[in-house]
Each structure stands twice: as C-alpha cells, then as structure tokens.
C-alpha cells in the first residue's frame, strides 16, 4: 500500500508513535508518505520505502495566524496526486482530522477516492480538542473519517463521553519498536550520573502541566530520604523552571539532573530503576511503556488508559492523582530490595512484550485494507 501519515514532528507521544508506526510499515514493504512542518525527530529518512514532504507555510503580514490547515490539506492533496497514495492517516484529531477531510473532499472533486483513517492519542480529546472554540470542528471530523481508532480503551470512552462522536472507535494501543525490548549493560554510562550505590529514577515528557511535574520531584525528595538516589529529569516544556525551583528550595538540586530533550530516551531508560509517572490525565502513557520495554518499573497515577499499560504489583504500582505519600511508599517497596527490584524489572520486560511492533501493525494494516475495500 501507498500510506500518507500526517502527525506532529516533535518528541510528543503522538508524533512518535506515528513514526514508529510509518517506519515499521516501510520495513513491512509499504510506501510511507510523512507529511508535516518538518522531519519527525525520531525519522531516519535511509529507507527507499520512506518519503518525507515538509509543509511550508508561508509568512504573510495580513495574516494574524497563518493558515496551516489550508497548507497541509493542498500538500496532501499534491501529494496523493503525484504519488498514486492510497490512503490516509492522521494522528491528533486537530487539525490534522479537519485537514484531512477538506484533502478528501478536494480529491473527491478530481474524481480520486482517498479513504481516510484518523488516530486519537488523548490531549486532542481530553485537553485541547473539547474546549468550545474547537468542539464542533473535532466532532465533525472524527465522524467524516472513514475509521476511527484510539489509543486505549480510556481514550475510546472518554471520546464518546465528550464529543458528539456516532464512529465506531476501534481501540489499537501503542506500541514499542524491538530494540527497546530487554536489557543490555550499560554499567559505564550509569557511573557517569550516579554511584554504585545510588538508584535511578527517570521522568520523561514534555514537562507541561498535565504531567504533574512538581509531584515528580515531591516523590523522589520523599524516596532520596530513604535511601541513596538519583533523579534524572528529561524533556523540555513549560513546567520546567517551576520544578528546579522546587528542587532548589527543597535543597535536592544537587541529585536531579535536567537533560533537556534527548535523542538517546532509550540508552538513559536502560540504567534507570523506577520510571515516574504521576500525570493527571494520560490516554496511554507512552513513556511508561517504553520504560517497561527497557525493564525499567513503574510508578504511576490510575488517571486516564495507565491501568491499561501498568500493571498493579506486577510492572509497579498505581496512585490516586497526587497522593504522594503512596507513591513514594510504592517506589520504596520495589526500590529497597535488590531481588524484589529484579523481579518488577523481569515482569515490566515481559509485560511489554503484549504491546510489541509485530503484534500491534498488523490491525492498522488490516484497517487500512477494510478502509480501502469500502
Ligand atoms: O503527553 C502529551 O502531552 C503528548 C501527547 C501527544 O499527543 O503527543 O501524548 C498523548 O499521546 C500519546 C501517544 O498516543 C500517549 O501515550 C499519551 O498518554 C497522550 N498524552 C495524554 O493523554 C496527556
């Protein structure tokens, strides 16, 4: 099959697991068209099955806001032309959904039938995508796409909750690409950030509000009292200044590292201990079970599509919103004993396995197929 995706390039969980998603149907012999504002950053172009068209959008003073939406469904549409695409796949509702459909509909005028299948990953339902301004637009989007799929069973129910959506949603989780599975000896980078002594403990996100950031660095001051510890702290984003704020003042500064965005999310998941995931609201949690695949357990809120993905006293354990005493107890129960830690690590690996690349493409390929016989 020829694939259009359009997603969003950043480190973003959605704009992620659209280019796993893409390179992982390249390698399954598909062509994969990318259409967005620039090259996702996971996206290594070496693959002759892969093309990526950027979506410019010109600077005109008139303009307030700049039209991307006119831009990207005029690029799909020059796209689909020139390359004989065969469908179309959009992850985020907004505006991607919206852009879609006036590409379909530009294309139907031409006589070309391009079916379309839209993939909801949360804060476009949850956050963004149910404020008032944009409601109307999402809802009729969602109901103009040919399939419609979520990321979780959470995202699904919520979606009907919230939006004026008749669609069946079909439920595909996310998934990991291979070479996150297992473990593999990374003993000289870790010395690099913390003593032998020490555990590890990530964080990884786009540090916006509704990841609780000031939880995170509430729960490791709450673990560092314990026992030795290190905090690494990844990813870039509004919240950002406010936690080493708290970091400061609490006077633990000196046992958080910010690393900022990374490329190598995978190398520094590898040395880590406990993932920390105390989100408000998280469809999915990508960055959980990324952690998992790396044997990295746990520690989480039950918002949202986590229950989903973290297994209670299994892969670690899950808290009320904001209740940091439990979540502090939890990652003490798996922190303190070596052969308990070995044990969380050993399930999370194998719990990961059920959300693997092999298992998971082949129901997009199928939907894709449906969409095509329609
Ligand atoms: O977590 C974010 O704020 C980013 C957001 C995105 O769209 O990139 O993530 C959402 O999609 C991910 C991939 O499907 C999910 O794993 C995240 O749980 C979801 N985030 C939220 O629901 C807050």
Not at 20 to 31: I, K, N, P, T
Not at 75 to 82: F, Q, W, Y
Not at 113 to 127: A, E, F, Q, S
Not at 213 to 240: N, R, S, W, Y
């Amino acid at each position: 099959m020829k694939i259009a995706i359009v997603c969003y390039p950043t480190f973003g969980g959605s704009g992620v697991v659209a280019t796993e998603l893409g390179v992982s149907l390249a390698q399954r012999g598909h062509e994969v068209h990318f259409i967005t504002y620039s090259q996702p950053v996971r996206l290594a172009l070496l693959n002759p099955n892969i093309f990526y068209h950027e979506v410019n959008v010109p600077d005109y003073p008139l303009f307030h806001y700049q039209p991307y939406e006119l831009a990207l469904s005029s690029k799909i549409v020059d796209m689909v032309k020139l390359y004989e695409i065969d469908i179309l796949h959009v992850h985020y509702a907004i505006p991607h959904a919206f852009a879609g459909y006036m590409a379909k509909k530009m294309l139907e005028d031409m006589g070309i039938r391009l079916p379309m299948v839209t993939t909801l990953h949360g804060t476009d339902i949850t956050l963004v995508g149910n404020h008032p301004n944009y409601k109307t637009a999402v809802s009729f989007s969602i109901n103009k796409s040919d399939y419609v799929t979520s990321v979780s069973e959470d995202l699904k129910k919520s979606t009907y909750e919230l939006f004026d959506v008749k669609k069946e949603i079909h439920v595909i989780p996310n998934f990991i690409e291979e070479k996150l599975n297992g473990f593999v000896s990374v003993t000289c980078k870790r010395l690099l950030f913390a003593n032998d002594d020490e555990r590890i403990i990530t964080h990884i996100s786009n540090f916006r509000k509704v990841k609780r950031i000031q939880d995170i660095i509430k729960v490791f001051d709450g673990i560092q009292k314990k026992i030795p510890a290190k905090l690494m702290m990844v990813g870039d984003g509004p919240e950002k200044r406010d936690a080493e704020k708290l970091a400061e003042e609490l006077g633990i500064s000196d046992k958080i590292i910010f690393f900022g965005n990374s490329n190598e999310v995978d190398s520094i998941l590898r040395y880590s201990d406990l993932f920390l995931l105390p989100s408000e609201t998280e469809s999915f949690g990508l960055a959980a079970l990324e952690a998992m695949a790396c044997g990295v357990p746990v520690i989480s809120s039950n918002s949202g599509g986590l229950p989903e993905v973290n297994v209670e006293g299994v892969t670690g354990y899950l808290s009320n919103i904001g209740d940091i005493d439990d979540m502090v107890n939890n990652a003490l129960k798996v922190l303190t004993d070596d052969d308990v830690l070995s044990q969380f690590k050993a399930n999370a690996i194998e719990h990961s396995k059920a959300f693997s690349v092999e298992k998971i493409v082949p129901a997009y390929e199928a939907l894709y197929q449906k969409a095509l016989n329609i």
